[in-house]
């Protein structure tokens, strides 16, 4: 991985920073950090897909040089939203895309989804500093994404919280000094259920996680476990380490963000609260550090770290995407695209809970597809693995929940 030696901020001058999916979860941690500096940023670019209401309240107090919603239907809302304020405005894919090529020191990546793949790239190429959050750029674009980025000599700071742990306990050594990288992971909100209790577990109970408060789709992931599938395949990317070296082990505390253990035994861990403005920070920051109001650990009345292996028969969805990463080629495309489809008609309440799992499977086991060579391979292979999934949900007819009232609190 590439990372940035200097800071890419020049003397006195603000640092322009773009912020793609400004409205969610790891944008609006962003901005948070972004408006206690507001002399030390100037804000290019803000994006979003629906919350029109929220990116007009926004780019109306951090004044970006341009806002663009993803929706092409809110064009009108959003202009008329900033009009008089002199800040651009704009709609769709296409001008999402270009918006986020736009030059600038930094921008973050907070698109959920494969729908951030290209606005994701477009940043990467005119970026100095990328810091990701949309891991899954990496899980079905993993090696045409970083070959982008070398080829931009741009640099890419992870900053979902166990990689940018590592990252941070990697810092000073030496790669080939490095054994085992060990992600932690919650367990979700379902880590002590049987099977039979997972079954009708509503999407309002998934999204409620123990210790993270993210978006929905991700809570959902983290859930059923497929998050921390999809980290083991970001982390296999970010710091070229080989699978059966990347180990996951269940710490409901979330305390320890992620560990390294080196060849003489020692194990580096990163520890603080659960609060995703520490890794934007570190992102936004390197290879300095900025103060942030996190709060701080207290280690007087901290409850014992505890620590078990997962368990892969009532969690499949980290050994699906073991397997994918395994079998390499389309696979890991076709496991994201799966999960994709399953977790958003979990959410409409299509399918149940452990319906996902078996649903990505089908998918694994059903398609096949030669490695994608280019980012419009990845799309076709992602098109397809989405008609397949939804072929299998057509299947998987669940008439208790067909009659289920969707969860109103979902989006
Ligand atoms: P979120 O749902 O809260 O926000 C997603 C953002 O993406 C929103 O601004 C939305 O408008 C935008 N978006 C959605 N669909 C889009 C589309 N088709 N085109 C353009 N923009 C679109 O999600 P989040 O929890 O902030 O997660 C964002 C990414 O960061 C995910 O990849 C997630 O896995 C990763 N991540 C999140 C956290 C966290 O704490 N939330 C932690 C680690 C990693
Ligand atoms: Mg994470």
């Given at each position: 991985m590439t990372l940035p030696t200097t800071a890419a901020r020049p003397e006195g001058a603000p640092r322009r920073v773009s912020v793609l999916g400004a409205t969610g979860s790891i944008g609006t941690s962003t901005l948070d950090l972004l408006a206690r500096d507001r002399a030390g940023y100037a804000i290019e670019a803000l994006t979003a897909f629906s919350r029109v209401e929220d990116l007009i309240a926004t780019a109306r107090r951090l004044k970006p040089a341009i806002a663009v919603i993803g929706d092409p239907g809110l064009y009108r809302a959003l202009r008329d939203g900033l009009a008089g304020t002199g800040i651009e405005a704009a709609a769709g894919r296409e001008a999402l895309i270009a918006a986020a090529e736009r030059p600038v020191d930094w921008a973050i990546g907070g698109i959920v989804g494969a729908a951030g793949l290209e606005p994701t790239l477009a940043a990467a190429r005119n970026a100095k500093v990328l810091a990701l959050a949309n891991k899954e750029c990496l899980v079905c674009a993993g090696a045409i994404f970083k070959a982008e980025l070398a080829r931009c000599s741009t640099a890419l700071v992870p900053v979902d919280s166990e990689h940018s742990a590592i990252f941070?306990?990697?810092?000073?050594?030496?790669?080939?000094?490095?054994?085992?990288?060990?992600?932690?992971?919650?367990?979700?909100?379902?880590?002590?259920?049987?099977?039979?209790?997972?079954?009708?577990?509503?999407?309002?109970?998934?999204?409620?996680?123990?210790?993270?408060?993210?978006?929905?789709?991700?809570?959902?992931?983290?859930?059923?476990?497929?998050?921390?599938?999809?980290?083991?395949?970001?982390?296999?990317?970010?710091?070229?380490?080989?699978?059966?070296?990347?180990?996951?082990?269940?710490?409901?505390?979330?305390?320890?963000?992620?560990?390294?253990?080196?060849?003489?035994?020692?194990?580096?861990?990163?520890?603080?609260?659960?609060?995703?403005?520490?890794?934007?920070?570190?992102?936004?920051?390197?290879?300095?550090?900025?103060?942030?109001?996190?709060?701080?650990?207290?280690?007087?009345?901290?409850?014992?770290?505890?620590?078990?292996?997962?368990?892969?028969?009532?969690?499949?969805?980290?050994?699906?995407?073991?397997?994918?990463?395994?079998?390499?080629?389309?696979?890991?495309?076709?496991?994201?695209?799966?999960?994709?489809?399953?977790?958003?008609?979990?959410?409409?309440?299509?399918?149940?809970?452990?319906?996902?799992?078996?649903?990505?499977?089908?998918?694994?086991?059903?398609l096949d597809a030669p490695a994608p060579a280019t980012i419009a391979d990845v799309l076709a292979i992602d098109a397809e693995a989405r008609s397949r999934a939804l072929a299998e949900i057509a299947g998987l007819a669940r008439s208790v929940v067909a009659v289920a009232a969707p969860d109103s609190r979902i989006q």
């Open positions: 941070q306990v990697l810092a000073g050594e030496r790669p080939e000094r490095v054994e085992r990288l060990i992600l932690t992971a919650s367990g979700g909100p379902f880590r002590t259920f049987s099977r039979a209790e997972m079954t009708d577990v509503t999407p309002r109970q998934a999204v409620n996680h123990p210790r993270w408060s993210m978006g929905a789709k991700i809570s959902i992931d983290s859930a059923t476990m497929m998050n921390k599938g999809l980290e083991v395949i970001e982390a296999y990317h970010l710091f070229d380490v080989a699978p059966e070296r990347i180990d996951v082990v269940i710490h409901p505390q979330s305390v320890i963000h992620s560990m390294v253990e080196y060849c003489d035994g020692a194990v580096l861990a990163q520890l603080g609260e659960p609060d995703m403005r520490t890794p934007i920070a570190v992102a936004l920051s390197w290879p300095d550090r900025m103060p942030t109001p996190v709060k701080r650990l207290d280690f007087g009345t901290m409850a014992a770290l505890t620590f078990s292996t997962p368990d892969d028969a009532r969690f499949p969805c980290l050994a699906l995407a073991r397997r994918a990463l395994h079998t390499g080629g389309a696979a890991p495309t076709l496991l994201n695209a799966a999960n994709e489809v399953a977790v958003e008609a979990f959410m409409r309440r299509e399918i149940g809970f452990l319906d996902i799992p078996e649903l990505v499977r089908r998918v694994l086991d059903g």
